[in-house]
Every structure is written in C-alpha cells, then in structure tokens.
C-alpha cells in the first residue's frame, strides 16, 4: 500500500496512457488485417494498394505512438 | 412432352468494358474488378456501391474534428488554462494532440473503408452483396440469378432526387435473404439491369 502511495500521480498516468495507447495499437493491427482479408474477398485494381499503404501507415503511426509515450513521458 | 434438356440461357455481356476510378460507385462492366469466389466464365456486369455524396457527413465532422484541438489551444489560455506551462504538461499534451490525431485519422480511414468495401455485384451468374458493416464484421451474400424474383427501388427526399440515388431490393424466393443495395446512384438504370437479367443464368441445382 505505501508502494502504491509513494508513486507520483503523474506516473499512473503515465501508465493509463500507455495502456490506451497499447490497445489503440492491437486495434490498428485489426483494421490492417481486416483490409488484407477484403482486399483477397474483393480486388478492385484502382485504389488497392493504396489503401494497403494507409493501413501500414496507420499501424507504424500508432506503434511510434506507443514508442514516443514511452519514451517521451 | 417435357423437355429432357434445356440449355442454360446465355447472358450476352457487353464488350465496352468500363475503367473504374477509386470513388466510381456505379460502374456498367468494370475492368479489373474482381471478388474471391467468382468463377473463371463470370463477368462482373454490374457494379455497385453508395453514392459519393452519402459520405459528406464523415468528412465534414472529420474537418471539425481537426480543427477542434486547434480551436481549444487558441481559447484556452483566455480562461486561465494553459496546457504549455511547465514541460511535463507540454510532454503529456504533446502525446494527446498525437493520439487524437490519430484517432482522428482512424476514424476517417474506417469511414472511408466502410463505404469502399460496402459493394453489390451483379455477375452473369449471381449477385454478390458484400457488407463491410464494423472494422471486425462483415458479411458476403450470394444467390443466383434464377433465385431472384423480383427488383424494385426506392428513391425519397429531397438530396436523393437531387443527386439522383436510392435504395435498391432484390426479393428472391422463399426463406432466402433478400438483397438490398442502399443509397446507390442511378438506382432506375440499375433497377432496369437487374431485372433484365432476372431468371438468367444457370440454376443453384
């Protein structure tokens, strides 16, 4: 108990930060393979790899997040 | 006398194949499309999803939202809150002007994927209807031609008349899901096509 005192409130959240962004990240990758799993059901040629870009994109821009709240905070 | 064999009725398909852009959502023969169960002697003749005026509503709360981080820094300090007084709060605020941008971003891609993915084929053979309702559903229907029994369209308001689109139903027979396309453009064309081809093409047996 006097552990849990002792820590700076700035610390949880610090960790609740992280936390939300650790499963934005998990949702990130969902959304990634959910457009690998429709681009094999449906392959439209005009703006497919361009979406497969976005989501890769998306999913690094989230993981840096993640990196960057580690390190920053 | 009955007829011991009758041919399947060939469904003549046009040559003009149509180049489809990225937003096409309506799209007569498109060139280059095509879904994971169809058939090496299937052609796509028919293509269609909402029209691109039905996403307005995303992106116009998507403007809104970029701007509304911007906005509250700007007014803030009036009422005494400063979220750049001492470098923790700077580091912290940093992070949140990140996330929610990229909650920002998220929100327009999956909005974007949602209509992108949300399509209705008519083939030779079948009509695909392919729903992308959540980023972890969604739903492929399927039926044959022959199953179809009747196609009708709705189109009311005000915006639809103007940008002429509405919702299209195919009904088929018996216990089987009825199909519906919703919002799609040029919904009497794409009324007129189905129905031409309705009975068509080679049975489920």
């Not at chain 2, 911007?70 to 923790?88: A, K, V, Y």
Request: with cysteine; proline share 4%; hydrophobic share 55%.
């Amino acid at each position: 108990m006097d552990f849990i005192n002792s820590l700076n409130p700035i610390f949880w959240i610090k960790i609740i930060t992280l936390v939300v962004i650790a499963f934005y990240v998990i949702f990130t990758f969902v959304v990634f393979t959910q457009t690998k799993v429709m681009a094999e059901i449906l392959h439209l040629p005009s703006a497919q790899t361009v979406i497969k870009i976005i989501s890769i994109i998306h999913l690094i821009f989230a993981i840096s997040l993640f990196i960057g709240a580690l390190v920053i905070l | 006398m009955a007829d011991i064999f009758v041919a399947p009725k060939h469904i003549t398909v046009p040559n003009d194949s149509e180049d489809m852009h990225a937003f096409s959502s309506f799209c007569q023969n498109p060139k280059g499309v095509r879904f994971q169960t169809q058939k090496s002697h299937e052609t796509i003749i028919l293509f269609l999803r909402s029209h691109f005026i039905t996403n307005v509503s995303w992106i116009a709360l998507s403007f809104i939202l970029i701007a509304l981080p911007i906005i509250i820094l700007i007014f803030l300090p009036n009422f005494g809150i400063d979220f750049l007084s001492s470098e923790t709060l700077i580091r912290f605020t940093t992070i949140y002007v990140l996330f929610y941008y990229l909650m920002v971003f998220s929100y327009v891609f999956i909005s974007f994927l949602h209509w992108f993915y949300n399509v209705f084929i008519v083939t030779s053979e079948r009509v695909v209807d392919i729903d992308y309702s959540d980023i972890v559903v969604h739903n492929i229907a399927i039926t044959n031609l022959v199953q179809i029994e009747d196609v009708h369209y709705t189109q009311s308001g005000f915006i639809p008349t103007l940008f002429n689109y509405g919702d299209l139903f195919a009904q088929t027979a018996g216990e089987m899901e009825n199909f519906e396309a919703l919002s799609i453009p040029k919904p009497r064309e794409a009324t007129h096509i189905i129905g031409d081809l309705i009975g068509k093409g080679p049975s489920a047996g």
